[in-house]
């Protein structure tokens, strides 16, 4: 019997070390997950002081979601295999002491429904930024004001809007409009052709960068008023607006590539515009 208990023993002790092994690795993965959200240390500045705090909550999946970043906070949604909705709110504060940041932190309520935004006194001294995981067919109605708004895997009708901020998507589909005032624009477009109405983004002051795969198919629209205008596509070329009057960059195209598609439509006022290739996903 010796042996068969010291075998079982030996057993038990590999299994707590194997399973303590897989709850760190699970525990590393979400660590790395949420790295980069919220993770910055406190700070002062001047006669302030910094307070941080992030809180999560889930809330049901209705197929839409509403959002809005209030006067200082920004957007950042991803879309996956999943049947709820997952809310991580960072919330930062000042005041003229930690308490008293501390304080206001505390005075601030997070919302989920029916649309996702935060309620607290003196909003000059706080701001609430948003991480949200929600299912791959999900419509969004996003605002912000000074904050970046960034969407990537979600499929569905999509409207957004910032001021301070830029917009940056990737692996999207759908019904997609968007605008910025101050901020740039980046589009990582994936597979080869564009599922659904189309994309329309535009900003006002900040550069327009648009990538896809050398084989995509689509309508594509993409300009500036003040800017230069590159492309590093091999089916899009940028030919001199005037050659008898020496050559100039031209500032805005609009053609089909690739036998075209659905409208991709990328327009600046004050910024350059870069098209280029990237690696092809499903």
């Not at 590093?232 to 005037?242: K, M, R, S």
Request: net charge neutral.
């Amino acid at each position: 019997m010796k042996p068969t208990s010291y075998f079982s023993f030996t057993i038990r002790i590999t299994l707590v070390v194997m399973l303590a092994a897989l709850s760190a690795s699970m525990g590393f993965a979400q660590e790395k997950r949420t790295s980069g959200f919220c993770s910055n240390e406190n700070w002062s500045n001047g006669d302030k002081v910094g307070f941080k705090e992030m809180r999560e909550m889930t809330a049901p999946a209705t197929g839409s979601l509403t959002v809005d970043a209030g006067r200082n906070g920004g957007v950042r949604i991803s879309g996956g295999n999943r049947s709820d909705v997952l809310i991580r709110a960072c919330i930062q504060t000042w005041g003229t002491t930690e308490e008293a940041a501390r304080s206001v932190a505390a005075g601030i309520k997070v919302s989920t429904g029916p649309s996702v935004h935060a309620d607290g006194a003196g909003e000059e001294n706080w701001s609430v930024s948003y991480e949200i995981l929600v299912p791959r067919n999900t419509d969004l109605n996003l605002t912000a004001h000074n904050g970046g708004i960034s969407i990537s895997s979600v499929e569905g009708r999509m409207e957004f809007t910032t001021t301070n901020g830029g917009i940056h998507l990737d692996n999207i589909a759908g019904d997609v409009r968007g605008r910025t005032t101050n901020g740039g624009v980046h589009v990582d477009l994936a597979g080869n052709t564009w599922k659904g109405t189309g994309l329309d983004l535009q900003t006002t002051n900040g550069g327009v960068h648009l990538s896809m795969p050398e084989n995509y198919a689509a309508n594509i629209e993409a300009g500036t008023t003040n800017g230069g205008f590159h492309s590093q596509l091999a089916g899009l070329t940028v030919e001199p607006l005037n050659k008898d009057r020496g050559y100039r960059r031209a500032t805005k195209v609009n053609t089909a590539i690739n036998g075209g598609g659905a409208p991709i439509r990328v327009i600046t006022t004050n910024g350059g515009v870069t098209i280029g290739p990237s690696n092809s996903r499903d």
